[in-house]
């Protein structure tokens, strides 16, 4: 059988599906700068290397 690798190179939150608020948490499979500089303890802990992609983050919410 083949492998096959599961990697993300863009990921954001939106608070409901009808919003045209994002907040980009992966880009170019990486954390994004901005929720670095923004103080985001934000962690991607495997992305490519398996069939599942996995990051850590603490809880967010949306301020409409």
């Known amino acids: 059988t083949q492998d096959y690798y599961l990697l ?4 954001w939150a939106v608070p409901n ?6 907040l980009q948490l ?11 500089r923004q ?3 934000f962690e ?3 992305n490519g290397h398996s069939h599942k992609v996995t990051f850590t983050i603490p809880v ?5």
């Open 8 to 11: 993300v190179r863009n990921c």
């Open 39 to 41: 103080g985001l303890d």
């Open 44 to 46: 991607v802990t495997d």
């Open 17 to 22: 599906f009808e919003s045209s608020s994002k």
């Open 26 to 36: 992966i880009t170019e499979g990486c954390m994004d700068d901005d929720l670095r």
């Open 60 to 64: 967010i919410k949306f301020v409409e």
